[in-house]
């Protein structure tokens, strides 16, 4: 059974951003005037490029790298990081990668990371970062990794390259121990896949180039 279900057109066009993160050393109350404040301007190591924070430990972790730069003008320095913001106002670079990292998300509870060259990262606080090997292969060569997402005991990501050459259509499911890419729809196939979502029932709906988007139902991903 095919894992996906429909294609839907949509009219949008999607863009990747740079966040940058508005907070200052103190939460200031509902009623303050200045109630958006810039936390860092000017941080080295590049772009910015995704940010997720976590209510509990009032943390947020931070992704992204030298975006589009040639690695030799880079001078051993590491194209991509994950870094966390711990309050009162303190940046931390806690994992470094030889590839830009363009999104980062829980996996377990835990501060993931993935980008360009296949790369994917796990931070893990008191144990440090380690690199996540995927073991993928894919003929066409290295995906860009511009999303993921988990839903139960698995974590999907979606990308392609920015290569002509490169693979299109990349959607990869991981299960835990074993990194695995899943067939999409035809209209999917040659085109890059940027974001990831999960629906309440569980659905997941990827989109992409040219307004395409497609749904995975959870009980045809089995």
Known sequence: MKTWQKIVTTSFALTTAAFSLACGPDDPPDTSPDLFRVAVSGLSGGSLLSVYGD???????LAGGYV???PSRLEGRP???LLVYRPPGNFLTVCTADAVLWWTAPVDGV?????ERGRVVRYREGEGCEVVPTGLNLPEGEPTFWGFTQVGNETWFVGGSALPTGPKGV???YDGSTFSRVEVPPEARDVNLYKISSRSNGELVV???RGVSFRLRAASRR
């Open 111 to 115: 501060a993931w990371a993935a980008g």
């Open 171 to 173: 959607l990869v499911r």
């Open 55 to 61: 209510a509990r430990t009032g943390r947020a972790y």
């Open 207 to 209: 989109v992409g180039e």
């Open 79 to 81: 194209a991509g990081r």
């Open 68 to 70: 589009g730069v040639d």
